[in-house]
DNA sequence: AAACGTGCCAACCGCGGCTCA
DNA sequence: GTGAGCCGCGGTTGGCACGTT
């Protein structure tokens, strides 16, 4: 399970953490947030490089990562992305509040992909064909048909939209998010409508899971699902 | 009980994208 | 426009844990 413990090249420490290690990057995480992997490790006194300080955190030591017992619906949603997304482990990880891509990415190889292999029943009947998800969400009760991306299904460009996001690089992390990148791989611009969106995100306190969703043929619809599909990684 | 095989998962590595000077 | 620095992602690996022979 554990690397044998080492040195790289400049010395940094690899390998197995350590408890106080681990105690170490919580303590200083805690306190100080991460404004700089790179020079974190220096001021937490750790002989990590930022990298493998960031991996630790990101993967194993955040406070609100759910390990292990992967509940089906979790399975069903994890296959359903897999096959309309491909390995993209970090989007797909966006759509499962508490998993880590890593975790999710591990979990794949090492069952859901054999199962699979063995046609074991998974999941819910789906078409890959529709890219169009039934989330049946694990951490509440959504159970209303939508895509997954947020686009509409009556949608003139909902297919166009559903290829963009599929093809996009859908990091959570990115500066534009990535129904607007969605967007702008289709030819929509932005609109000028980031005011009346952001009041709205100001106004609302709903979950993104227990929204309903709006159907309608809007713009500024497809934004605000986009803002609420990656509203929970903003703890970060 | 020992040897061997397999599963699992933490951690590493390399690459690409983004930001900023 | 470009190059350096940094971050995040996905693929891969190392090695412990556990099962089987």
């Known amino acids: 399970m554990a690397r044998t413990p080492g040195r790289d090249k400049n010395g940094m420490k690899k390998g197995t953490w350590t408890p106080e290690e681990d105690k170490k990057l919580r303590a200083y995480v805690s306190k100080y947030g991460f404004w700089n992997w790179r020079q974190l490790p220096k001021y937490a006194g750790l002989s990590r490089c930022g990298k493998s300080c960031r991996l630790r955190w990101m993967n194993y030591l955040r406070p609100d990562i759910k390990r292990g017992n992967y509940t089906k619906e979790e399975e069903d949603t994890i296959v359903r992305l897999q096959k309309l997304l491909g390995n993209k482990w970090s989007a797909i ?12 990415k591990n979990h794949w190889h090492t069952n859901l992909k054999k199962r699979l292999g063995q046609n074991t029943p998974l999941l819910l009947s789906t078409t890959p064909q529709e890219a169009t998800i039934t989330e049946n969400h694990s951490c509440d009760h959504e159970v209303e048909p939508k895509n997954i991306s947020g686009i509409p299904l009556n949608c003139p460009m909902a297919p166009q939209m559903a290829e963009g996001f599929a093809s996009l690089h859908l ?46 043929n809007n713009i500024e619809s497809f934004l605000l699902q986009d803002e609420r599909l990656f509203s929970h990684d903003l703890f970060y």
């Open 93 to 104: 990880a966006s759509h499962l509040p508490r998993r880590t891509d890593n975790e999710l």
């Open 171 to 216: 990091s959570s992390s990115s500066s534009k998010t990535s129904l607007s990148l969605c967007m702008e791989a289709v030819g929509f611009s932005n609109m000028g409508c980031k005011a009346s969106r952001d009041s709205y995100i100001a106004e609302s306190t709903g979950s993104f899971w227990t929204e309903p969703f709006i159907t309608d």
